[in-house]
């Protein structure tokens, strides 16, 4: 199996993204080699793991996630939206995931940031990276390069990444100037002569968000090494192994007949 997968913002079409459940379904299937996941910051200075800046759409909460503190976020409820199954499900702050998870899979850390909202995630999510040792697991990536240049300036220890859905000639130089390493690109922005570009320069890159196989078979042909981010790990792993999918179909069909 080619083309490692990560589990956007965990395994989110079985769970509740963001939640600790989404990302655990995604760390104990034995073939996900990353997790992404979205941090901000509550109204005093915690970072907490959600990827909308307002509460509406995945809790019964209202208004801008930075206009809580982490203990009023911590008492919605971030699941029944997506099941009665998950009712009850809190907004995981950072350190939950780091304690749990650090150190022992790839996290993908996205800071929700323009430059101007959230003063300080940079440091924020800096320290709690180091408190709890995940420095060599972890890449933080952001759509905005100050964030990533500011990063690089506190730390030397910790990969960044640029998040951005489009391409411009300068992208190389642009990561090179910053010192990162690390490409997440809408993936209908990608061709031959982009990847070997960026094979060239060294930027380990992924390719998001592909929920369709056979777009993440088309994708996953232009270089075996590309990252493929998509809700539906399980897509992936058919796309990737197409003798999974026929196994499967087999097993029910066999069912069927006893």
């Given at each position: 199996m080619r083309n490692p997968c990560v589990a956007h913002r965990g395994w989110s079409s079985r769970a509740p993204e963001n939640t600790m459940s989404a990302i655990?379904?995604?760390?104990?299937?034995?073939?996900?080699?990353w997790i992404e996941i979205d941090v901000q910051?509550?109204?005093?200075?915690?970072?907490?793991?959600?990827?909308?800046?307002?509460l509406r759409r995945t809790t019964n909460g209202r208004g801008e996630v930075r206009k809580w503190t982490?203990?009023?976020?911590?008492?919605?409820?971030a699941g029944n939206w997506f099941s009665?199954?998950?009712q009850g499900e809190a907004i995981p702050t950072l350190d939950t995931v780091l304690k749990e998870y650090g150190g022992r899979c790839k996290l993908n850390i996205e800071l929700k940031t323009d430059g101007i909202r959230y003063p300080m995630i940079e440091e924020k999510v800096l320290e709690r990276i180091y408190a709890y040792g995940a420095t060599k697991d972890v890449v933080l990536t952001s759509f905005h390069m100050g964030t990533l240049g500011r990063i690089r300036k506190l730390s030397k220890g910790i990969r960044t990444g640029l998040i951005l859905d489009g391409w411009r000639n300068t992208l190389t130089r642009e990561l090179a100037e910053i010192e990162s390493d690390f490409l997440s690109i809408g993936y209908s922005r990608l061709n031959k002569?982009?990847?070997?570009?960026?094979?060239?320069?060294?930027?380990?890159?992924?390719?998001?968000?592909?929920?369709?196989?056979?777009?993440?078979?088309?994708?996953?042909?232009?270089?075996?090494?590309?990252?493929?981010c998509t809700?539906?790990?399980?897509?992936?792993?058919?796309?990737?192994?197409?003798?999974?999918?026929?196994r499967t179909f087999s097993g029910l069909l066999d069912k069927f007949r006893k």
């Amino acid at each position: 199996m080619r083309n490692p997968c990560v589990a956007h913002r965990g395994w989110s079409s079985r769970a509740p993204e963001n939640t600790m459940s989404a990302i655990r379904l995604a760390f104990e299937a034995p073939d996900i080699d990353w997790i992404e996941i979205d941090v901000q910051l509550s109204k005093d200075g915690v970072p907490v793991v959600i990827h909308d800046y307002t509460l509406r759409r995945t809790t019964n909460g209202r208004g801008e996630v930075r206009k809580w503190t982490a203990a009023e976020l911590a008492s919605l409820d971030a699941g029944n939206w997506f099941s009665q199954k998950y009712q009850g499900e809190a907004i995981p702050t950072l350190d939950t995931v780091l304690k749990e998870y650090g150190g022992r899979c790839k996290l993908n850390i996205e800071l929700k940031t323009d430059g101007i909202r959230y003063p300080m995630i940079e440091e924020k999510v800096l320290e709690r990276i180091y408190a709890y040792g995940a420095t060599k697991d972890v890449v933080l990536t952001s759509f905005h390069m100050g964030t990533l240049g500011r990063i690089r300036k506190l730390s030397k220890g910790i990969r960044t990444g640029l998040i951005l859905d489009g391409w411009r000639n300068t992208l190389t130089r642009e990561l090179a100037e910053i010192e990162s390493d690390f490409l997440s690109i809408g993936y209908s922005r990608l061709n031959k002569a982009r990847i070997e570009e960026l094979q060239e320069a060294r930027i380990e890159t992924m390719a998001w968000t592909i929920n369709d196989k056979k777009a993440i078979r088309n994708t996953a042909t232009l270089d075996p090494n590309l990252l493929i981010c998509t809700n539906y790990p399980d897509r992936w792993r058919e796309a990737m192994n197409p003798n999974v999918a026929w196994r499967t179909f087999s097993g029910l069909l066999d069912k069927f007949r006893k």
